[in-house]
């Protein structure tokens, strides 16, 4: 028998949703080559400024699963602080997100696609330290955020 099943029984725990939060500052372009100026301008507004636009965001990644029994934990903080680091953090703060970011790299840089490919990122990361991505909150102003589970529905 699966040991979360297990536990779960025995001990009648539930899943639990558990939220780090991270911070990173970008600069991006939404830009489409095969359009005018103008069409940019007008689909894009101030977002296609030719010398770049940048943004403070705010990342909340959510990881679900059962606690465990040994230390009442879905993932380890700890980890996945580590993890957001390394594959967030450090691959966007203080980057071009149309030119110097790999994952970007032929993607058009808007905060949808951009959350899209974080999960790419971090997904089997945080699989190997034992949790379960479950949601990615990502704010590019305090007005502005995108939500993404995975490419599955909420709830």
Sequence with gaps: MNVCIFVSKTLGLK?????????????????????SDEKNEAVFGKCSNKNWHG?????????????????GFVINL????IIMKEY?????????LNLDVPFMKGVLASTENLVIKIWEEIDEPIKKAG?????IRLEETENNYVEYYGGKEPF
């Design 88 to 96: 967030v953090v450090e691959a966007l703060d203080h980057k071009n």
């Design 15 to 35: 899943t639990v949703y558990i939220t780090r939060r991270e911070h990173f500052n970008a600069a991006h372009k939404l830009w489409q080559e095969e359009w």
């Design 131 to 135: 949790g379960t991505l479950a949601k």
């Design 78 to 81: 700890k980890d996945l602080s």
């Design 55 to 71: 943004h403070n965001f705010n990342i909340f990644v959510t990881v679900k699963g059962i606690p465990s029994a040994d230390t």
